[in-house]
């Protein structure tokens, strides 16, 4: 089945920095990707998705890419902020064909320093 | 629209006692979703609902566990007995077939079985 790996544990960058995420998928490329923001004690947040055949999605200071050669996904916030603080969450489907559910990354705990 | 609804917010119960999580999904969204999360092992899918009808229970981990869907807008995660290795934060979500507008997550219910 699909496993899903994202780069790190934990990413510390300054304010006013840019971001970048990185989910890896061990199998087959998934119809759509997306990602998902949670903060502590919250639900994870959806926040955008790509499909397979989308080099780029953007929304705000949000970018996110997807290369099924590299079986990636990147996830770039622009002049971060604070308020950028939390866990980001890729998923995809688990295999080829299904609909609807989904299986999530452990996740990425950004902090952004003032 | 006031989103995922999860009840109860925390749960504090003995080992062995029957422990009944409660969702109601949005109006309108045809998918649920319960998903359990640990720090080990990130967000796993336990089981999800199409139309009120179960779809996938492969990720339940045993016969302790159950879940149901009476109508569109209420479903129940139940453990009989509990342990404590079932201390966790469980998640509903819903989501509507045909839009990948992303799932909606409830808050969680934060459970520990003592």
């Keep these: ?114 | 629209d006031a989103g995922v609804i999860q009840s109860p917010r925390h749960e504090v119960t003995e080992m062995g006692q029957e422990v009944t999580l409660r969702c109601k999904p949005i109006s309108g969204h045809d998918y649920l979703f319960w998903y359990r999360q640990t720090m080990m092992r990130g967000l796993e899918l336990l089981i999800y609902f199409n139309n009120n009808v179960p779809i996938d229970d492969s990720g339940m981990p045993e016969d302790r566990f159950s879940a149901k869907m009476p109508n569109a807008s209420f479903s129940t995660l139940k453990i009989q007995p509990s342990e404590p290795r079932d201390s966790a934060v469980y998640f509903c979500a819903s989501t509507s077939q045909g839009q990948f507008d992303g799932y909606t997550f409830g808050s969680g219910t934060r459970l520990t079985v003592v």
């Design chain 1, 1 to 114: 089945s699909q496993k899903i790996e994202q780069n790190s544990e934990a990413l510390n960058i300054q304010e006013g920095k840019t971001a970048t995420l990185t989910c890896n998928y061990t199998n087959y490329s998934p119809a759509y990707l997306q990602w998902y923001r949670q903060d502590p004690g919250r639900g994870p947040v959806f926040l955008l998705l790509i499909r397979e055949n989308e080099k780029e999605k953007r929304k705000e200071r949000l970018k996110v890419t997807f290369d099924t050669t590299l079986k990636q996904s990147l996830f770039h916030i622009t002049a971060s902020q604070p308020a950028d603080s939390a866990t980001y969450l890729c998923a995809l489907n688990p295999y080829p064909g299904s609909q609807g559910n989904l299986i999530f990354g452990k996740g990425t705990k950004l902090s952004v320093k003032p």
